[in-house]
């Protein structure tokens, strides 16, 4: 996908980067539609590269993608678990100051919340919500429905900007299939510079990796 060139970030759009998340759903989508139900346990994963714990029901696919922009290379981080009809993600990537310094964050969360939304040719289903992480955190949640691949699709985001990190955590799929006990136990567990412990999956982000 060839990303627009960014000159200076602008409240209207996104920065340049956040289509890397975005541009991976239609192939988690694919992969979703063929996925089994596998060993849906919840465990604990933790990314020492991205500061960050959660809990999912499996062992999520780690991928990575690099995009120039004018400040400097950004790196997206994106951890993925696929089951019938839902994808469960959350992805990561850090921006250089002179982006954050130009764009307030809840403009930041509009953008990145609109790729999504083109992604799936969807509207809003609702209001999106300011949030907040630990208390200190400035944060967005929303939710969405659209189309993808021909198919009904819903999605639940919640994004967060840590320092000059964000974090997306986005569930995509078939609304009617996805327990919402499931949803909430998924973004609630999400935590950020947390102590590891033995029984915690570690997982590092790397190219075409999944542990």
């Known amino acids: 996908m060839k990303l627009p060139e960014m000159k200076r970030p602008a409240s209207s759009r996104p920065p340049a980067g956040m289509w890397l998340f975005s541009a991976w759903l239609a192939a988690a989508l694919a992969l979703a539609l063929a996925a089994g139900c596998g060993d849906r346990s919840w465990r604990e994963v933790a990314s020492p590269d991205g500061g960050f714990r959660i809990r999912m029901h499996g062992d999520p696919r780690v991928e990575q993608r690099n995009v120039d922009t004018p400040a400097g290379k950004i790196t997206g981080n994106w951890y993925s678990l696929e089951g019938k009809d839902s994808v469960f993600g959350v992805g990561f990537a850090d921006y250089p100051r002179q982006i954050l310094q130009a764009v307030p964050p809840r403009n930041m969360f ?15 289903d609702g209001n999106a919500t300011d949030i907040q992480l630990d208390g200190k955190w400035a944060g967005m949640e929303f939710t969405a429905r659209g189309r993808l691949e021909g198919r009904d699709a819903w999605m639940r985001g919640r994004l967060y900007l840590v320092d000059n990190r964000l974090y ?6 078939n609304k009617e299939t996805i327990p919402v006990s499931d949803i909430n136990q998924f973004m609630g567990s999400f935590k950020v510079a947390q102590p590891r412990d033995a029984t915690t999956l570690n997982i590092d982000a790397g190219p075409g990796k999944k542990k």
């Open 110 to 124: 509009s953008g990145v919340r609109d790729s999504w939304l083109k992604r799936i040719e969807g509207r809003l």
């Open 168 to 173: 997306q955590l986005i569930v995509f799929g």
